[in-house]
């Protein structure tokens, strides 16, 4: 093996580990951000899951047609808001049906 042979391959080498190390940590990252994408997933949920147990609150999806097909999920604030919005200023305020001396 001639010199510049060498010093080409000790160069690609060195490349080679640079490149490993830099995916290495893009592998770690991700794994990173699909954990905390988890988390946020799981409180998402669980605050879904509290907003069905209120009376009257709106549905996880609506239907923008007929058809079940072109269903969009609502965000937990717009539910949480529509939420509050019916109670407030709604006919079925829990405020509106106690009755007053």
């Not at 830099?22 to 990173?32: R, T, Y």
């Not at 147990?53 to 717009?78: F, G, H």
């Amino acid at each position: 093996m001639t010199r510049n042979e060498l010093k080409r391959f000790k160069a690609l080498e060195e490349e080679l580990l640079s490149t490993k190390e830099k995916l290495e940590e893009a592998i770690k990252g991700k794994d990173s951000w699909y954990k905390d994408y988890k988390e946020v997933k799981k409180t998402l949920d669980s605050i879904h899951g509290a907003l069905d147990a209120l009376p009257d609150a709106p549905p996880r999806k609506i239907s923008k047609d007929c058809t079940s097909y072109n269903e969009v999920e609502l965000s937990v604030e717009s539910r949480l808001f529509a939420w509050i919005a019916n109670v407030a200023f709604g006919e079925k305020s829990p405020s509106r049906s106690v009755k007053e001396d």
